[in-house]
């Protein structure tokens, strides 16, 4: 059984070609990104050189699907990287970034928790795909970056009033939709 703890070494030949070295088979950039979306974590690296090429092949894995149509950043947000690379070697943007994603990642898996320890709330179809989709997303987004950060949380604070008072303000409005719908229903 592989050790999904680990990164999934993925080893690239001199022809171009991705070898899986758990399975011992060649894989496509579409078969890293399902085994991402699985919430399995990649390294890829150059067989000759040894060379880290994760983020490079994590960058291409976005290109194709912004290629084919698929929205994954808005314009705004691809003008700002690109012009973050352009002003300055030293941008504060990929930590910015890295706490951004981080912070949505924890307050998504807080709002998941809370919907789950709710009986009365009802599965939503999809939920686990969509919140794999958006942690490998972070994940290609952030790279490392957000090891490097901590917040608040990682020292053991609690979240502040105003933090636990949008909670309640969230699960209040989504009673009132899920009354809206079975009312609908009727």
């Known amino acids: 059984m592989a050790d999904t703890e680990k990164p999934l070494l993925i080893k690239r030949y001199a ?3 991705l070898y899986n070295t758990e399975t011992s088979d060649y894989v496509t950039l579409e078969d890293i990104a399902g085994f991402i979306r699985d919430g399995r974590d990649v390294q890829i690296v150059d067989l000759k050189s040894g060379d880290d090429l994760t983020r490079q092949y994590l960058l291409q894995i976005v290109a194709e699907h912004e290629s ?3 929205s994954v950043l808005p314009i705004n947000v691809l003008t700002d990287l690109v012009r973050s690379y352009t ?14 994603f981080e912070m949505f990642r924890d307050s998504q898996s807080k709002w998941a928790e809370s919907m789950s320890s709710n009986p009365m709330m009802p599965k939503i179809p999809g939920l686990e795909a969509m919140q794999a989709q958006q942690e490998a997303f972070l994940k290609a987004m952030t790279g490392n ?4 950060w901590s917040g608040p949380e990682a020292e053991g604070e609690q979240p502040a009033k105003g933090e636990e008072e ?3 303000a969230i699960k209040k409005q989504l009673a009132e939709l899920q009354s809206k ?5 009727k």
Do not use: I
């Not at 002003?87 to 951004?100: D, G, K, Y």
């Open 15 to 17: 022809s171009r070609r």
């Open 68 to 70: 084919r149509g698929e």
């Open 87 to 100: 002003t300055q070697a030293t941008s504060a943007v990929p930590q910015f970034l890295a706490a951004s």
């Open 145 to 148: 970056m957000s090891k490097q």
């Open 166 to 168: 949008d909670l309640d």
């Open 181 to 185: 719908l079975s009312k609908m229903n």
